[in-house]
């Protein structure tokens, strides 16, 4: 896959507040996952994004796709406790299907 | 339904010794790729298994070699182990090689060497 940068690397927030986590990239990306690792956990995948504009929402998560396929945002609504993790996205494809090459990742802290 | 299992959870080794991961794929998978993941970073891809061959490899030396089982199994191997190669060594599955959706990960083998 094609090389993604994450921004930011870490954002510390009060629960009840939004946050958003942003993936680019310099060339088009064939799709976007996004996957969210706990502390000491392994990554789990979230989502999938192929179309152009694509937007797909799961409760408190928005995932968005960039009209030109070369960013993607993770916002969430209301953080929790239980949102604390890092989130990675991930872009898999192109020349090399099943190598999914991740970005650097965001840690999300949410203070009760 | 099993998930994907690695075994061992931990291990510490030291500098120059050689280690064997195992992973398990989730059932109904055939391919089976590794990740590590060093601390504070995103995972990084070694290399991928399909039909007991390597079919992908990402930029990682000699020194980490695989193998893959007739029952889709896999091994990842490191030798003359250095100080950098302690990490969270991730295995993931999917079903065929060129599938570009989901992975699932394995809980991950975390390895120190000293």
């Known amino acids: 896959g094609q090389q993604v940068m994450q921004i930011p690397q870490y954002q510390h927030v009060q629960e009840g507040e939004d946050f958003t986590t942003y993936c680019n990239s310099s060339t088009t990306l064939s799709n976007i996952q996004w996957y969210k690792q706990r502390p000491g956990g392994h990554p789990v995948f979230l989502i999938q994004l192929v179309k152009s504009g694509e937007v797909k929402k799961q409760k408190r998560l928005t995932f968005q796709f960039g009209e030109a396929k070369k960013n993607s945002s993770l916002h969430i609504t209301a953080t929790q406790t239980t949102d604390v993790g890092t989130y990675f996205c991930g872009n898999a494809g192109g020349t090399s299907y099943g190598k999914l090459t991740f970005g650097q990742g965001t840690i999300l802290t949410v203070h009760p | 339904d099993a998930g994907v299992t690695q075994s061992p959870t931990h291990l510490i080794k030291t500098r120059g010794q050689q280690v064997t991961l195992r992973c398990s794929p989730k059932?109904?998978?055939?391919?089976v790729s590794w990740y590590q993941q060093a601390l504070g970073q995103g995972p990084q891809f070694i290399f991928q298994y399909y039909e007991e061959e390597e079919r992908q490899r990402g930029n990682f030396p000699d020194r980490f070699s695989g193998h893959q089982f007739p029952n889709y199994s896999s091994e990842l191997n490191v030798n003359a182990l250095l100080l950098g190669d302690s990490a969270l060594y991730l295995c993931?599955?999917?079903?065929?090689?060129?599938?570009?959706?989901?992975?699932?990960f394995g809980e991950g083998s975390r390895l120190t060497v000293l």
């Open positions: 059932s109904g998978h055939d391919t």
């Open positions: 993931a599955s999917s079903f065929g090689p060129t599938n570009t959706g989901e992975l699932f």
